[in-house]
């Protein structure tokens, strides 16, 4: 949890002093997921995966851009 903070933390970072007096929402999210298959008793095959996305949406003079990031 705390990686995911410190991803949020440098976003609004950069955000905040791109554009001072924007108002910006930073979304964090991490999904870890793991599958393991096993054949005659036996692992098979092992897969693991870890996936943060960063998503950004930044409304400043009457505009909103939106971004996300894998």
Do not use: Y
């Not at 599958?35 to 009457?62: P, Y």
């Amino acid at each position: 949890m705390t990686a995911q903070f410190d991803v949020a933390g440098s976003a609004l970072d950069r955000a905040t002093a791109a554009l001072p007096g924007a108002e910006i929402e930073i979304s964090v999210d991490r999904h870890q997921l793991a599958l393991t298959r096993f054949a005659n008793s036996v692992i098979h095959q092992n897969v693991a995966e870890d996936i943060t996305t960063v998503s950004i949406q930044i409304h400043h003079d009457g505009r909103t851009a939106a971004t996300a990031k894998r």
